[in-house]
């Protein structure tokens, strides 16, 4: 089954988003101390700016996780035309490169999914990310390499539940940063149907084995690079 939303790009030649709304970190463990690690599945869109291999860019991405261990992401340009596609369910890694027709199947091994990860960034974090969970926030805080911004929470009343606006990680040697502003999100919603986490292959996308010789596409690219 193959489903894709419509999604935007905007290329950014040569300034980073600006920062807004940080804040500090005695209220960002307040708030997930208040959450308790209550959030166990999430459902969002948002945007995705970055500067990674001196390109910048931004996409607009859906994200759908629960800790399962379930995930399904989603990129796209600004002419709703999707980019690529990642699913990850019962320990099988399915990774669509719809720009080149590449699908790669495999297990979701920490060195395979860093490799199509922004930043090399682990899959643990990012669901830990994804979760506002404190061990992965805290763990960030004392990684010297990689600087992460919280922005602002918002109160969940139904839920009683606190969830940022958004984030950004900054790799302190390279300058390369991943930030995301979240423009909808549900947490905790409805169990999502096991269809969701499916990545069919379509007929015209070429098999690609996963390999230590192989050149994956990265699933966020400068703009130069997808044009």
């Not at 419509?6 to 208040?34: D, G, Q, T």
């Not at 459902?43 to 970055?50: A, K, L, T």
């Not at 600004?78 to 199947?105: C, D, R």
């Amino acid at each position: 089954m193959r489903v894709f939303l419509l999604f935007f790009l905007i290329f950014l030649p040569h300034c980073a988003p600006a920062l807004h709304n940080i804040i500090s970190n005695a209220e960002v463990l307040a708030k997930l101390n208040h959450n308790g690690e209550k959030i166990s599945s999430f459902r969002g869109m948002g945007r995705v700016s970055f500067r990674l291999s001196q390109k910048e860019g931004a996409v607009e991405v859906l994200i759908v996780a629960d800790k399962k261990g379930n995930l399904r992401l989603e990129t796209g340009n600004f002419f709703g035309v999707p980019l690529s596609a990642m699913t990850i369910q019962n320990q099988k890694l399915a990774y669509y490169v719809i720009s080149e027709e590449k699908f790669y199947i495999g297990e979701p091994s920490e060195k395979i999914v860093s490799s199509v990860l922004p930043l090399q960034i682990e899959e643990r974090d990012l669901r830990g990310l994804i979760f506002f969970s404190k061990e992965t926030v805290e763990g960030f805080k004392k990684k010297k390499s990689f600087k992460l911004d919280i922005f602002k929470c918002r109160y969940e009343e139904k839920q009683n539940l606190f969830y940022p606006i958004g984030f950004r990680l900054t790799d302190e040697k390279t300058g390369e940063y991943l930030q995301i502003n979240w423009e909808e999100y549900d947490l905790n919603p409805s169990p999502f149907p096991a269809k969701i986490f499916r990545l069919e292959r379509p007929p015209q996308a070429r098999l690609m084995v996963w390999g230590t010789t192989e050149k994956h596409s990265p699933l966020l690219k400068g703009y130069d690079e997808i044009e």
